[in-house]
Nanobody, 123 residues
Framework: VQLQASGGGLVQAGGSLRLSCTASGLTFSTFVMGWFRQAPGKEREFVTSISRTDTTYYVDSVKDRFTISRDNAKNTVYLQMNSLKPDDTAVYYC??????????????????WGQGTQVTVSS
C-alpha cells in the first residue's frame, strides 16, 4: 500500500491550501481515509477522517475551516484547508485503515501512513 500526499507549502495566515493523497495497492472505496498532523515538538494528532459512506469527523480545532472529501474513481482523498492559522503549521500525513473515524481521535492509530507533506502558515 502506498499513500502519496501532495499540496503542502507556505501560505500566509488566513490563506488556503488543498492537500491531495492518492492511494495505491488497496481497494480504495473500502477504506476509511484521513489526515493526521505533527507540529514541531508535539505528538501526532488526528485531524479528520472520511468513511466509506462519506461520514466525516474533525478535531475541534479545524471544524468549519477544513473539509475532507474523497473521489473513489481517482483513489484520492482531499483536504481543503481555509482560514489557515500559524497553529496549523505541521507535517500532514495521509492515513488509511478499514476502520477509523472517532477511533482515531481516541488514541487508535491507523494502519497505513503516507510520507507526509509540510504545511507552513506564516503570521
Amino acid at each position: 500500500v502506498q499513500l502519496q500526499a501532495s499540496g503542502g507549502g507556505l501560505v500566509q495566515a488566513g490563506g488556503s491550501l488543498r492537500l491531495s493523497c492518492t492511494a495505491s495497492g488497496l481497494t480504495f472505496s473500502t477504506f476509511v481515509m484521513g489526515w493526521f498532523r505533527q507540529a514541531p515538538g508535539k505528538e501526532r494528532e488526528f485531524v479528520t477522517s472520511i468513511s466509506r459512506t462519506d461520514t466525516t469527523y474533525y478535531v475541534d480545532s479545524v471544524k468549519d475551516r477544513f473539509t475532507i472529501s474523497r473521489d473513489n474513481a481517482k483513489n484520492t482523498v482531499y483536504l481543503q484547508m481555509n482560514s489557515l492559522k500559524p497553529d496549523d503549521t505541521a507535517v500532514y500525513y495521509c492515513v488509511a485503515d478499514l476502520t477509523g473515524g472517532t477511533r482515531w481521535n481516541s488514541g487508535i492509530k491507523p494502519y497505513y501512513w503516507g510520507q507526509g507533506t509540510q504545511v507552513t502558515v506564516s503570521s
